[in-house]
């Protein structure tokens, strides 16, 4: 993991995607997990796992992105960093986290989807080896997308999965801006619509090159 230098925090939450484009939703999320973390890493993941569904081809560049990223959180008031991650593996993630910020507590940060996703088994050849490494190292901080309400909380109370419960946090986000994805974002502007509602100021200058 790669970021810049910024002390020895004592909390720190992991907020990793794609970020094509970074959007308000991916800010909504990072700043409701500043709430309870000195800072927010927004991790740029070189390789990221598959979502479930046809994905739209790539709007920004790998470079693009991460610029975007440092500039988001280069200006105001927002516990920010910005990094880059060879691994798409969010146990991977927290391993490097940990080297990078020793002695931090550490928090995954997610949307409700891949809360699931996480829970999921069809996703490992030993799930709950995987997910013990990972709570070792940190928690989850999670908010629910659209159409999840109430979901994560199900799987939880499931028989397979009731270990884990004390791990997962719940984090309070407007729904229209939890709603807020990157893909939404590329369909709008490849349709010529207008996404100033969508992605932060900074962004804005990235989209108008596409």
């Not at 002390?7 to 907020?15: K, N």
């Not at 974002?185 to 200058?205: F, I, K, Q």
Request: with cysteine.
């Amino acid at each position: 993991m790669v970021v810049d230098t910024v002390g020895r925090p004592r909390s720190v939450a992991l907020l990793s995607g794609s970020f094509d484009p970074p959007t308000v939703g991916h800010v909504g999320l990072a700043e409701a997990a500043a709430e309870g973390s000195e800072l927010v890493v927004l991790v740029y993941s070189v390789r990221t796992l598959p979502k479930e569904g046809a994905t739209s081809p790539p709007l920004l560049s790998e470079q693009e992105r991460v610029q975007a990223l440092e500039v988001l959180c280069g200006g105001g008031s927002r516990r920010l960093a910005a990094a880059v991650c060879s691994h798409g593996l969010l146990l991977d993630q927290a391993a490097a986290a940990a080297l990078r910020f020793p002695g931090a507590v550490l928090h995954v940060v997610v949307g409700s989807d891949k809360a699931l996703q996480m829970l999921d088994p069809r996703w490992y050849d030993d799930r709950d080896g995987a997910l013990e490494r990972l709570f070792a190292l940190a928690d989850v901080r999670y908010a629910v997308r659209g159409g999840d309400e109430g979901a994560v909380e199900a799987a939880l109370e499931l028989p397979e999965n009731t270990r884990w419960r004390g791990r997962f946090r719940r984090l309070e986000i407007a729904p229209e801006i939890s709603a807020v994805s990157s893909r939404s974002v590329r369909d709008r502007v490849r349709a010529g619509g207008d996404v100033t509602d969508l992605v932060p100021p900074e962004v804005l200058s990235y989209l108008s090159r596409v």
